[in-house]
């Protein structure tokens, strides 16, 4: 299904008119449809059925409460990156049980603060981190009568190549992220030695936007060796948590599946896991983030000027690098469409923000409707790792962030105002 799409040669989201939003929360807005959240989270959720698991949202993708609470309620855990994620899953009233707790680098006041609500695994991925954290949980016990004992998890690099962007893989020994397979099986004996730490479970993590299913049966494979000489070893796990990574079309389908893109489907992904999957006898965890948010949201921005010189078409538009990472960062293309279509010619532009860089376009070289200053634009496939990236660069005040839900829109986030731009800082009195 399509949840952003043309009635009347105007684009809606769900049951309603991109523009009513823009008239009354201003632009640039991020717009999230609940319903294509959660058509993602069931497609990915039916296409395990039979395997016990659990779906983890990683909340890093797209951290609004709301959008965490909807994933909830349809009966997801939570993957939190940090205190922050940590903090924002408590209060959009998320259990804690429910909750994983990730990071190559946790500080000893995150991992106090997740030992105390009780979390459901903590991922670990240093010999170091094993101390740390058992020193962390003995320092919060009161004798024998409470003893915090720490559920883990060890997080496996397992070096397969997932083929994806650089800076998004995460599962190759050159990368920071988790233990390598030959010192697993040390990491775990070390984690049972040691009295505060209760093993759980064992994870990976290999990348993001991966569009081949081969990475994840080769890095899987690679856990459930070690899944089963931990057993032979007495050494029994209770997750099994492969992480996140399952790629998205960017050419503006726009639902949850993956028709027309190089990825597969929840379902093609699931039936070539299954083998693996079926014999390890653990729970499995999953913890997708881009799956089940990047096609449900949208940045909507208003033209604010055209210009052309000899070499080029500009469209300037409201929202920018600080807005929408992606294009700068990642070279990533996302597909942008007029929100109202015209008759106007297609010309080829550079679609850009008002930041003080070169590098800052949402675009380049795009085939576009011709637009004029006030039309509105739809930046597509934004629900993923689009708000979370913004910032205040240039002091330009974060988007509003909107859930639409058949026919009615809220508002789930304010666009900041300018007192929250300074709101943190003070001048210094006695400062010349
Ligand atoms: N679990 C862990 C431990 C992760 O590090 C990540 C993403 C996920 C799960 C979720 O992965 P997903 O299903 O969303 O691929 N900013 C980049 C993406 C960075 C992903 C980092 N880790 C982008 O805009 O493409």
Same mark, same amino acid.
């Given at each position: 299904?399509?949840?952003?799409?043309?009635?009347?040669?105007?684009?809606?989201?769900?049951? !309603?008119?991109?523009?009513?939003?823009?008239?009354? !929360?201003?632009?640039?807005?991020?717009?999230? $449809?609940?319903?294509?959240?959660? %058509?993602?989270?069931?497609?990915?959720?039916?296409?395990?059925?039979?395997?016990?698991?659990?779906?983890?949202?990683?909340?890093?993708?797209?951290?609004?409460?709301?959008?965490?609470?909807?994933?909830?309620?349809a009966?997801?855990?939570?993957?939190?990156? $940090?205190?922050?994620e940590?903090?924002?899953?408590? *209060?959009?009233?998320?259990?804690p049980?429910?909750?994983?707790?990730?990071?190559?680098?946790? +500080?000893?006041?995150?991992?106090?603060?997740v030992?105390?609500? &009780?979390?459901m695994?903590?991922?670990?991925?240093?010999?170091?981190?094993?101390?740390?954290?058992? &020193?962390?949980?003995?320092?919060?016990?009161?004798?024998?009568?409470?003893?915090?004992?720490?559920?883990?998890? /060890?997080? /496996?690099?397992? &070096?397969?190549?997932?083929?994806?962007?650089?800076?998004? $893989?995460?599962? @190759?020994?050159?990368?920071?992220?988790?233990?390598?397979? $030959?010192?697993?099986?040390?990491?775990?004996?070390?984690?049972?030695? @040691?009295?505060?730490l209760?093993? +759980?479970?064992?994870?990976?993590?290999i =990348?993001?936007?991966?569009?081949?299913?081969?990475?994840?049966?080769?890095?899987?494979?690679?856990m459930?060796?070690?899944?089963? #000489?931990? *057993?032979?070893?007495?050494?029994?796990?209770?997750?099994? %948590?492969?992480?996140?990574?399952?790629?998205?079309?960017y050419?503006?389908?726009?639902?949850?599946?993956?028709?027309?893109?190089?990825?597969?489907?929840?379902?093609?992904?699931?039936?070539?896991?299954?083998?693996?999957?079926?014999?390890?006898?653990?729970?499995?965890?999953?913890?997708?983030?881009?799956?089940?948010?990047?096609?449900? =949201?949208?940045?909507?921005? #208003?033209?604010?000027?055209?210009?052309?010189?000899?070499?080029?078409?500009?469209?300037?538009?409201?929202?920018?690098?600080? %807005?929408?990472?992606r294009?700068?960062?990642?070279?990533?293309?996302?597909?942008?469409?007029? !929100?109202?279509?015209?008759?106007?010619?297609?010309?080829?532009?550079?679609?850009?923000?008002?930041?003080?860089?070169?590098?800052?376009?949402?675009?380049?070289?795009?085939?576009?409707?011709?637009?004029?200053? =006030?039309?509105?634009?739809?930046?597509?496939?934004?629900g993923?790792?689009?708000?979370?990236?913004s910032?205040?660069?240039?002091?330009?005040?974060r988007?509003?962030?909107? /859930?639409?839900?058949?026919?009615?829109?809220?508002?789930?986030?304010?666009?900041?105002?300018?007192?929250?731009?300074?709101?943190?800082?003070?001048? /210094?009195?006695?400062l #010349?």
């Amino acid at each position: 299904m399509n949840f952003f799409d043309y009635h009347n040669d105007e684009m809606m989201c769900e049951g !309603v008119r991109l523009g009513e939003i823009a008239e009354r !929360v201003g632009t640039p807005a991020y717009i999230y $449809s609940k319903r294509a959240l959660l %058509d993602a989270f069931h497609e990915f959720d039916s296409a395990f059925a039979g395997i016990d698991h659990l779906v983890c949202y990683s909340m890093k993708a797209n951290s609004n409460l709301n959008v965490c609470k909807i994933f909830y309620t349809a009966g997801s855990g939570v993957d939190c990156n $940090s205190g922050g994620e940590f903090f924002r899953a408590l *209060k959009a009233g998320v259990d804690p049980h429910r909750i994983i707790f990730t990071g190559v680098g946790k +500080t000893e006041e995150e991992m106090r603060m997740v030992l105390q609500h &009780d979390v459901m695994m903590i991922k670990v991925e240093s010999f170091e981190e094993l101390n740390v954290l058992n &020193d962390v949980a003995a320092s919060m016990s009161n004798g024998l009568s409470e003893k915090k004992i720490a559920p883990v998890g /060890i997080r /496996i690099n397992p &070096d397969v190549d997932p083929k994806t962007h650089p800076y998004i $893989s995460t599962g @190759l020994s050159e990368n920071k992220f988790g233990i390598e397979a $030959s010192q697993a099986l040390n990491a775990y004996e070390l984690a049972a030695s @040691l009295p505060n730490l209760r093993i +759980t479970g064992i994870d990976m993590h290999i =990348g993001s936007q991966i569009t081949q299913v081969e990475p994840f049966v080769e890095a899987c494979n690679k856990m459930a060796e070690l899944t089963a #000489k931990l *057993k032979q070893r007495g050494i029994v796990l209770e997750h099994f %948590d492969i992480g996140g990574g399952l790629g998205v079309s960017y050419n503006g389908s726009n639902s949850g599946s993956n028709p027309g893109s190089d990825s597969p489907t929840p379902r093609q992904f699931a039936d070539s896991l299954r083998p693996v999957l079926k014999h390890v006898g653990c729970k499995i965890l999953f913890e997708p983030g881009r799956f089940l948010t990047a096609n449900a =949201g949208i940045l909507v921005t #208003k033209v604010l000027y055209t210009k052309q010189n000899k070499k080029k078409n500009f469209v300037i538009v409201d929202a920018a690098m600080n %807005d929408l990472l992606r294009p700068s960062l990642y070279n990533a293309f996302h597909e942008i469409k007029p !929100v109202k279509k015209t008759k106007n010619e297609t010309i080829t532009a550079d679609i850009v923000g008002p930041v003080c860089e070169s590098g800052d376009f949402l675009a380049k070289n795009r085939e576009i409707q011709k637009s004029k200053r =006030g039309e509105l634009l739809a930046v597509m496939s934004a629900g993923a790792y689009g708000f979370v990236m913004s910032s205040n660069y240039n002091s330009r005040r974060r988007a509003a962030e909107v /859930i639409v839900d058949g026919t009615k829109f809220f508002i789930a986030r304010e666009r900041e105002t300018y007192d929250n731009l300074v709101q943190n800082e003070h001048l /210094i009195d006695g400062l #010349k």
